[in-house]
């Protein structure tokens, strides 16, 4: 069964005030304490340091290439993924009608509970923690983000690093779907024969799944590069 304690492990953040975690973690379905102040304020935070991570790493970029590289990186796609990542789905207090329609799954509501949590974070303990958490969470994707690659999904960016390396196309499958037929969570390998190499993705659908995986293999494949 997972745990608050895991969460914590993985976010390496001690809440002086445990309750700001608790109240990131409650969907409106379940009470009136929720945490949709907190991710108001988190998402505010979060696009701010996300905008200074870049402004840093990128100092010719444009404003608007800037923009839209945020864009890239701060959107529900990515939000879910992270916090399936972090099994946050497993943590999340919710209404009786959102735990049969599966909410815990949901990328929005999974999304808005990252969010919550940076918000969370930055109260407790301040800019400092809020930015080295934000730091670790997106340190893959920071590094690895192409300004050359703006508005391309990952699936697209993986098959233009494969044809022009003059390597077969990768093939993806359905490991396994769960959940009610209204709510699935799929799990999709990403395979890359020649490489040997494999990777794999969870989403609402099977193409968000296989972009999850798309980009897992990706980023392995821009880590190897740089050795």
């Not at 930055?122 to 080295?132: K, T």
């Not at 969470?137 to 050359?148: A, H, V, Y």
């Not at 989403?203 to 897992?216: K, L, M, N, T, V």
Request: aromatic letters at 6%.
């Amino acid at each position: 069964m997972y745990s608050l304690n895991n969460l914590l492990r993985q976010l390496a953040y001690e809440f002086q005030d445990k309750n700001l975690l608790t109240q990131a973690l409650t969907h409106r379905s379940h009470s009136g304490n929720n945490n949709e102040r907190l991710e108001f304020l988190g998402d505010g935070v979060l696009n701010f340091l996300v905008a200074h991570q870049l402004f840093q790493r990128f100092p010719k970029l444009p404003e608007g290439d800037l923009s839209r590289l945020r864009a890239q990186l701060v959107k529900e796609q990515t939000l879910s993924e992270i916090a399936i990542s972090l099994n946050i789905g497993e943590c999340l207090r919710l209404g009786e009608g959102e735990l049969k329609s599966g909410g815990w799954r949901r990328p929005s509501v999974l999304a808005d509970a990252m969010e919550a949590i940076i918000g969370a974070v930055f109260l407790d303990g301040g800019y400092p923690a809020a930015e080295a958490l934000v730091q670790r969470l997106f340190l893959p994707r920071l590094e690895n983000i192409d300004p050359k690659s703006i508005g391309k999904d990952a699936k697209s960016l993986l098959q233009e690093f494969l044809q022009g390396r003059k390597i077969d196309l990768p093939e993806y499958h359905v490991l396994a779907t769960e959940g009610e037929a209204h709510c699935q969570t799929f799990r999709v390998s990403c395979h890359i024969a020649k490489l040997q190499m494999t990777a794999e993705g969870k989403g609402s659908s099977r193409r968000a799944a296989e972009q999850q995986a798309a980009q897992a293999v990706y980023e392995q494949l821009l880590d190897k590069g740089k050795k």
